[in-house]
């Protein structure tokens, strides 16, 4: 199957747990990246994503309005602090290209030890229980 692992905004999506259950066939919803023909509901519709295809850009920070009050916002949403990484992540696209970007976002939602793939939620890993670099769920 394809998978496509880079957003447009500059997340990684091979951490979105939606990605990684249809990775392990335990998808609800099934979505295979941003860039993919198959996104979960808040992909298919996300204005980010629009945005960026109808100006033809690969990844936001390629826009000539770049960084815009969208993505500035998208950013800065509380509830998923996660999102605070892409502007670092694009600056690494930029100056090191996807390729290098992709390799290093793997081993950073990657589990140190055993190597299992991580979600941005996971703080400590799924199958050996070593602490990871994710974020705690923020409390309703």
Same mark, same amino acid.
């Given at each position: 199957?394809?998978?496509?692992l880079?957003?447009?905004?500059?997340?990684?999506c091979? #951490? @979105?747990?939606?990605?990684?259950?249809?990775k392990?066939?335990? *998808?609800? !919803?099934?979505?295979?990246?941003? /860039?993919?023909?198959?996104?979960a509901e808040?992909?298919?519709?996300c204005?980010?994503? #629009? @945005?960026?295809?109808?100006?033809?850009?690969?990844?936001?920070s *390629?826009? !000539?309005e770049?960084?815009c009050? /969208?993505?500035k916002?998208?950013?800065d949403?509380?509830?998923y602090?996660?999102?605070?990484?892409?502007f670092e992540?694009?600056?690494?696209i930029?100056?090191?290209?996807?390729?290098?970007w992709?390799e290093?976002m793997?081993a950073r939602?990657?589990?140190?030890?055993?190597?299992?793939?991580?979600s941005?939620?996971?703080?400590?890993?799924?199958?050996?229980?070593?602490?990871?670099?994710?974020?705690s769920?923020?409390?309703?």
């Open positions: 199957m394809d998978y496509s880079d957003g447009y905004c500059g997340l990684y091979g #951490a @979105c747990p939606i990605f990684l259950e249809t392990a066939g335990t *998808a609800k !919803e099934a979505c295979r990246g941003c /860039k993919s023909g198959l996104n808040w992909c298919r519709v204005n980010l994503k #629009a @945005c960026a295809r109808s100006k033809g850009v690969e990844f936001c *390629a826009c !000539e770049y960084p009050e /969208k993505l916002g998208f950013a949403m509380e509830e602090p996660y999102h605070r990484e892409i992540y694009m600056k690494t930029d100056r090191e290209g996807k390729a290098a992709l290093g793997k939602w990657s589990c140190p030890e055993c190597g299992q793939e991580a941005w939620w996971d703080t400590a890993c799924t199958r050996c229980g070593t602490a990871l670099r994710g974020y769920k923020p409390k309703p």
